[in-house]
């Protein structure tokens, strides 16, 4: 067993956290601030940024406003819109691991192949793809939900004579401009590849299984002037940050797929077919564009110029089976045939993956896989009964919807870091919630889940494999006071 390339300095809990984007940078921030010094961040890839290294497609955006999708304890003057692109969010968070000094813990091209438990000594060895293996107290997975891309099974795709590829794989060598591009699939992402290339490729073939309720948003850029002003008082970004504008509309969000048959989903449900109604003059695309659901089910779109750009002479909306690919393009089910230089497949990931494949071997033997055998879920989408000191950010149940995951993380952050303190305080040497209690939260949870927005009748990445939405199914404030304090009744200690 090795211990070269260990990262962490001192003493105290070792503590190995896997994954560099988003969560895993908050975790590090939050372990030094706490004058931990003990742990490595164990990254795969050579630089960090999760999601938004991982995805380079063109009209990249994050729709959550800029000043929102922040750390609350970074502000960040120099976004240059309100919705950001990718590459800008990917170069906030790299600024903010450097900013806080947490490069020097960060380990790249670190894979983890596996995660074990000891039972005697109550300590975790986690061994990475290059057969180096780490003891560690305490394992922190910020590894992602979106991120194992999911490629369709469509006959033929790997006849096609131009570039194929995932849009988590994006190929820069895909001439784009001046070409005929398909995209298969609508989601948020295929939605934005649309409208970056709608003036820009010759022809753009959507080929769309469900089409998406839009939710109209207004996008606009900050001025130099506007950037120096918030550079000079941090109050003015903490005044977007905390408009009650916004909040409101979270919490109308949350509200509103929680209760579905409340006056909060009417308004968005209003909202959205108003704008399909007003923005898509011709009725044929209007019907091709109008989805047989109910809005928020699918994670709404939100888009400045998605109904502009479908409008354009050189896209056509698909909304027929397809057959198959064949080397000069895609063959439909009736026939048609729609000839084609670059295929992209916007056909989203395999959310029930997280952690894994990484393997991950509990207390007694428990593995992962078993625990997770129906679906993948964690109390209170932080910790799990028999993986004891194992916790979860952005793991599975938390909340998700149209939203920042960096206000979700920070506040699992401080549920994790009481637990810890129990440990630092002595208590025991390992936490874990009780069988009884996940089992419990869990029956709730499947109960509540059922009636949410996004249990009601539709396919999207938000629903296990037993149909049931795998989601926080209660409101934004029932979540905040969750993380704000464990019960720590819930929780058995070990040494
Ligand atoms: P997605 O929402 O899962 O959408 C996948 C699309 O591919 C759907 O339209 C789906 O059709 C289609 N599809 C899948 N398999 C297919 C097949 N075999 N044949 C034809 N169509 C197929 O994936 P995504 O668009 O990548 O988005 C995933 C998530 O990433 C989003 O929900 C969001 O959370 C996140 N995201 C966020 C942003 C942001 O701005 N913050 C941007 C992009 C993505 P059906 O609907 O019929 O299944």
Known sequence: MSFGGWKGKGGGLRYAIIGGGMAGILAAIKLKERGETNFTLFEKADSLGGTWRENRYPGLTCDVPAHAYTYSFAPHADWSAYYAGGPEVKAYFEKVAADYAIMPYVRFGAEIDDCRFDDKSSQWTVTLANGEAFVVDVIIAASGVLHHPNIPAIPGLDTFAGKTFHSARWDDSAVLDGTRVGIVGCGSTGIQILTALCDRSEKVVAFQRSPQWIMPVPQFEYTEEQREAFRKDVALIDEIRNDPRYWDNIIRFTKGITDINGPEMAAIEDTCRQNLEDSVKDPDLREKLRPNYRAACKRLIYSWQYYDCVQRPSVYVETGSIEQVEPEGVRMKDGTFHPLDVLVLATGFRADRFIRPTTVTGREGVSLDD??????????????????????????????????????????????????????????KVVEPTHEAFEAYEARRIAAAKTTIFGSGCTSWYLDKTGVPSSWPWGYQDFADAMAAPVMSEFSFRN
Request: proline share 9%; glycine share 8%; net charge neutral.
């Open 371 to 428: 625990f997770w055998s129906v679906r993948p879920s964690a109390h209170y989408a932080v910790a799990m009964p028999s993986f004891p000191n194992l916790f979860l950010l952005n793991g599975p149940t938390g909340p998700v919807g149209n939203f920042s995951l960096i206000d979700i993380a920070e506040r699992q952050w401080v549920y994790i870091d009481q637990l810890l303190e129990t440990i630092r305080a002595g208590r025991g």
